[in-house]
């Protein structure tokens, strides 16, 4: 049973004296229970997910699940051999911390891709219990494609390229998210709501000034370095409503353009072969409509 209640069909790895470790051979996923570490530590990933006594830990089985979902979405759908296309191990770690930002030593209210792996904060909720950054498979996803951009167009992470790599992690966080769901008019546009058990989602690609992004080009906001970096956590709300603009766009029968395999090969090609480390959100619309040129050719 995963963080929501959901029953998971997870792979482990036996070892010799019959524990269990999760360990999904197939798909080179590992997850790790950091027992509150700090990252910085140096001490990453921390002890193997093991056997347990009598259930798995639900924020680990959430990571080792929703990490294999997006790799099974990387080979299957975008034809890409993990993070680095070459095979690279995807590693998990549960129970995280970033001291600078943990009030109590235990909470700490993120997750990211640090350049080698996936790691996981949590949030203190009622009854005392910590609820994990791994729930949502839209985090996950988002935070596992910061990866793949690091590994292809290296988007650099500030001000208009910063909302960029947001952006596109946030609309493979919507694409792997509703990867089961072959209706568009049942999608859902919201993105980490299931994070902290509030309901409430961070950012919404219907209606970005919902929470609190701008739509358009006319509302970007020029903050500086120091403001997320330039705001790419604010910023990103012009693309990803471009984005779904574009997902939704329909024909004169009213029939949607796209399927979820186009629109995940129209902004993979677009990310991986069209994007620089200092392209704007310019670049990218010049992008897409190279690359739906390119694949829409007859």
């Known amino acids: 049973i995963d963080g929501l209640g959901m029953p998971r069909k997870i792979w482990c790895m036996e070892q010799v004296y019959g524990d269990k470790i999760l360990h999904d051979n197939a798909k080179d996923v590992h997850t790790y229970d950091f027992n509150f570490g700090d990252i910085e530590s140096g001490s990453l990933p921390g002890k193997y997910v093991g056997t347990p006594p009598p259930l798995w830990d639900p924020a680990a089985v959430s990571a080792h699940h929703n990490a294999a979902v997006v790799v099974h979405f990387l080979r299957e759908v975008l034809v890409r051999n993990s993070i680095d296309n070459r095979g690279e191990a995807l590693i998990s770690s549960v129970n995280c911390v970033d001291p600078d930002q943990s009030p109590d030593g235990k909470q700490w209210l993120n997750a990211g891709w640090n350049g080698i792996q996936m790691v996981y904060g949590q949030k203190l909720v009622e009854g005392g219990k910590y609820r994990s950054y791994a729930l949502g498979l839209d985090i996950v996803a988002h935070e596992i494609f910061h990866g793949v951009t690091a590994r292809t167009s290296r988007l650099a992470y500030r001000f208009q390229p910063g909302a ?46 919902k929470y609190k992004q701008p ?44 399927n979820l395999r186009s629109l995940a090969a129209l902004f993979y090609v677009a990310l991986t072969q069209h994007l620089t480390p200092t392209s704007q959100f310019s670049n990218s619309r010049k992008a897409i409509e190279l690359v739906v040129k390119t694949l829409s050719r007859k």
Do not use: C
Not at 167 to 191: A, T
Not at 224 to 240: E, R, Y
């Open 164 to 209: 960029l790599n947001e952006s596109y992690s946030d609309i493979f966080g919507i694409l792997v998210s509703n990867f089961e769901e072959p209706s568009l008019s049942k999608w859902n546009w919201q993105m980490g709501e299931d994070a902290e058990g509030t309901g409430i989602p961070h950012r919404d690609f219907q209606t970005p000034q």
């Open 215 to 258: 739509e358009h080009m006319r509302d970007f906001q020029d903050l500086p370095f120091d403001k997320d970096f330039g705001g790419v956590h604010t910023n990103s709300g012009i693309h990803n409503f471009a984005a779904y603009k574009i997902m939704t766009a329909k024909d004169g029968q009213g029939q949607y353009l796209f």
